[in-house]
């Protein structure tokens, strides 16, 4: 009996499990049914229409901005300081008064050197009344020619002496003229390195304060020596000088100027080549020691055609970009990208002007794959 009773209850277990396992596959089943079959998904993108621009091509390097002139502003003369006429930066005009050196002892000089032409001014008439004298009486034979040589000799003595004299007093008054401290050149200031007070020798190390021309400025710079061949053609004697940028880290153009000068040597341990470039700098926005991108004009390319540079993708067998066609759908395009500028892209061959290439969107999509236009951009 209990063996019939177990084999009952192995008999039900089994066919509740079958049970169990039709509903859930006939559960499964109506499922799929009601799915059905799908058509081709469609992908949103955002097309940009094939154009032709005229592309300016920049050669950009990295540079440091100098002043169109610097000198340090030194005494001529030695003494003390008398005072300091200038404020740190300021602009200043070429002759303006920077500093005063007490001048008496120059005035003492001067008087002195005055002094002794005077005297030797009144010898010179002196002289020259005796030689007159001489030359009368030698006609009358009453001196001899010696008389007469001596006196000519005495007369040029001094005559030399005179001429010596002014040209002590030109340099006595130099001397006083240098106790005013002028200006060499128009520009701006610096930092004041020598007090009112002090003690001041002519030519010393340290100066008074360095004077800095900076407008215009100059911003020196260096390019490849690969771009040789582009400049070639603007380095022979009277071709008009290329258009300058100075652009900052965040890309702002600061000033824009132009072409000064290629190095007449190219650096054999860096194959780079040195360039320089003026800036008006009317607004200050450069300042010597500051570090730039200086950016320079070769050539326009006329008509390009580009493309926004997102629309370019990499593949396999080179650059290629989705193109659309007239029927919704995509091809890929392979295509010859040039230069890259300012977001787009110069295509050199493989597209045509009017037509209209995928620019968002890509990373969904494959050959002949159905899309719509979310939005047309140029």
């Known amino acids: 009996m209990k063996s019939v009773f177990r084999a009952l209850v192995v008999m039900l277990v089994l066919s509740a499990i079958s049970l169990l396992v039709w509903q859930a596959r006939a559960k499964s089943l109506g499922k799929s049914a009601d799915k059905g079959p799908k058509g081709p998904q469609v992908v949103p993108v955002t097309l940009a229409e094939v154009s032709r621009q005229d592309i300016p091509v920049w050669l950009e390097g990295i540079g440091t901005v100098q002043a169109s002139n610097s000198v340090t502003v030194r005494p001529r003369v030695g003494g003390i300081l008398e005072s300091v006429e200038f404020s ?11 500093a005063r050196i007490d001048p008496r002892p120059f005035e003492s000089a001067l008087a002195q050197a005055k002094a002794k ?35 000519e000799a005495a007369q040029g003595q001094y005559e030399a002496l005179v001429k010596a004299d002014q040209a002590a007093i030109d340099a006595a008054q130099l001397d006083l003229d240098f106790t005013v401290v002028r200006a060499p050149i128009s520009g701006r200031t610096g930092v004041r390195m020598v007090d009112a007070g002090n003690v001041v020798t002519a030519s010393q190390a340290e100066g008074l304060v360095v004077l800095n021309e900076i407008q215009p400025v100059s911003v020196i710079f260096t390019l490849p020596q690969r771009h040789l061949a582009a ?72 008509g390009s055609l580009v493309v926004p540079t997102e629309a370019v ?5 080179g650059d290629f970009v989705y193109l659309a066609k007239e029927d919704q759908s995509v091809e890929a395009r392979q295509v010859d990208a040039g230069m890259e500028l300012e977001g787009m892209t110069v295509i050199e061959k ?14 969904k999509l494959k050959p002949g794959a159905k899309i719509s236009v979310k939005e047309a951009k140029l």
Not at 88 to 96: L, P, R, T
Not at 239 to 268: F, H, Y
Not at 352 to 359: K, T
Request: cysteine-free; aromatic content about 2%.
């Open 117 to 151: 032409k005077a005297q030797d001014e009144a010898q010179l008439a002196n002289a020259s009344a005796t030689l007159a004298r001489s030359q009368k009486l030698v006609k009358e034979n009453a001196v001899s020619q010696q008389i007469v040589d001596q006196a």
């Open 231 to 302: 400049l070639s053609p603007h380095m022979k004697p009277g071709a008009a000088p290329l258009k300058t940028q100075a652009v900052d880290d965040d890309g702002r153009t600061l000033d824009e100027g132009s072409l000064t000068l290629v190095d007449n040597q190219i650096d054999n341990t860096t194959g780079t080549l040195r360039l320089k470039a003026t800036f008006p700098n009317k607004d200050f926005t450069l300042w010597p020691g500051q570090y730039v991108s200086a950016k320079v004009l070769v050539e326009t390319k006329q």
């Open 313 to 317: 993708q990499p593949g396999l067998k």
């Open 350 to 363: 493989g597209l045509q002007p009017g037509d209209r290439v995928v620019r968002e969107g890509q990373n």
């Open 88 to 98: 740190e930066g300021a602009m200043v005009k070429a002759g303006d008064v920077l």
